[in-house]
């Protein structure tokens, strides 16, 4: 039988990879960034979200998923990502589940029993959470949603990564814009996404879930 680590080691590795990883990636996207300074992107709003994200480049899926999170389209972005990004959400869940089930099924999940949570997917996970995290953490949302994106290029690392270079800028007056990157990964139908700084706020506030919850809902 295949050892798995406990999940918390996972996250600490990922976290250590990720970090190794994007020291090197900045100096490309930095130079990137710096040559690749072109007007607004054609189909890099809103409507890019419908097309199909099979066989896209990485740089085209990159703004279909942003202009995905900035729709509220939790399916649509949950298309674009690749399994191991949603499996990854769905491990978390599944770990937050394991330590406040109450807090997590009634917050997430209309209070669905774990016997039926345990039986979705992890697509379905990530659209049922992300649908109702909008009604219940807005200034999160806030934060995610309500900014201007510029996807100006991509690099990419064989045999299967590819990094997504792009500007970020929060629809405040006298907001500067931030280059940020998002790593892409190859599956058998193309391209999907598989980390990005929105993941990662997105993960960041489920994991203070179960101490909001209690600290509104203490035991009797």
């Given amino acids: 039988m295949e050892h798995r680590r406990p999940l918390h080691e996972r996250e600490l590795s ?7 990883r994007t020291r090197v990636i900045l100096g490309l996207a930095a130079a990137l960034a710096l040559a690749l300074i072109p007007g607004p992107r054609a189909g890099a709003g809103d409507g890019a979200g419908a097309g199909q994200a099979a066989n896209l480049p990485p740089d085209s899926l990159a703004a279909e998923f942003q202009a995905s999170l900035r729709g509220l389209g939790w399916r649509a972005a949950a298309a674009r990502m690749h399994p191991d990004a949603l499996r990854r ?19 997430l999940f209309g209070g669905m029993s774990l016997a039926d949570y345990r039986r979705l997917t992890p697509t379905q996970v990530f659209v049922r959470a992300l649908g109702t995290m909008r009604t219940r953490t807005g200034g999160l949302l806030h934060a995610i949603v309500v900014r201007e994106v510029e996807v100006i290029g991509a690099v990419t690392e064989p045999p299967d990564r590819a990094y997504a270079v792009y500007r970020s800028t929060a629809q405040l007056s006298g907001a500067e814009p931030e280059i940020r990157v998002m790593t892409l990964k190859r599956t058998g139908a193309g391209w999907g996404v598989l980390d990005s700084p929105e993941l990662d706020v997105i993960r960041e506030s489920l994991r203070g879930l179960p101490r909001r919850y209690r600290a509104t809902h203490p035991p009797p």
């Fill in 14 to 20: 990922d976290r250590t990879g990720r970090v190794s």
């Fill in 89 to 107: 959400f769905r491990d978390l869940l599944d770990m937050l589940v394991e330590v406040d089930s109450t807090a997590v099924l009634e917050t």
